[in-house]
């Protein structure tokens, strides 16, 4: 049996929601069929056929973290990059654009909106310092997410 049984190609677009400590919110998740595979990931998602990245950002935090922003609080992307991963034995090869935007401090989070597979495969969410990812023994989804977390932090706060 191959290890890969298809491969998905998506553009996405990933949101850094930042606290006014500097902290991000972050998912973590796991791959069922690699239970003990866990890492953390960026709020985000593959845009819909038309639909503009900022609108797919604030679309996918609103969906999947219950927090409601506008289109123009998002600047230009971050930083924009592709990463390789798989899950459920699918390859995925995702062109991923990050976006920052400042959120007040105690905003409630809520994952009740997520999608049936966001739900079987994220299990919690945390507000985490760029040093708070590097020194969790999870690993990270994409391998430069604490630099990424950096670069949010810095075009949030200053």
């Known amino acids: 049996m191959p290890l890969f049984s ?13 606290d006014p400590e500097g902290r ?7 791959d069922p069929l690699r239970p003990r ?3 953390w990931f960026t709020i985000g998602g593959a845009a819909h056929r038309g639909e503009p990245l900022r609108s797919a950002a604030v679309r ?6 219950g927090l409601v922003v506008e289109e123009s ?9 592709t990463i390789e991963w798989s899950q459920l034995r699918i390859r995925i090869v995702q062109d991923q654009s990050y976006f920052a935007v400042a959120v007040p401090a105690g905003v409630a989070v809520s994952l009740a909106g997520m999608a049936w597979m966001e739900r ?4 919690q969410h945390a507000w985490l310092s760029p040093g ?7 690993r ?12 949010a932090v810095t075009a949030v706060l200053g």
Do not use: C, F, H, Q
Request: aromatic share 4%; charged share 35%.
């Open 132 to 138: 708070d990812l590097e020194a969790d023994p999870v």
């Open 73 to 81: 609080r998002l600047g230009e992307p971050l930083e924009i990059s």
């Open 60 to 65: 996918e935090m609103r969906e999947e973290v």
């Open 6 to 18: 298809a491969v998905w190609r998506r553009n996405t677009a990933r949101v850094l929601p930042v």
């Open 140 to 151: 990270s989804a994409d391998p430069r997410l604490a630099d990424v977390m950096r670069l």
């Open 37 to 39: 595979d866990r890492y």
């Open 24 to 30: 991000v919110l972050l998912l973590r998740g796991w």
């Open 120 to 123: 079987l495969t994220v299990r």
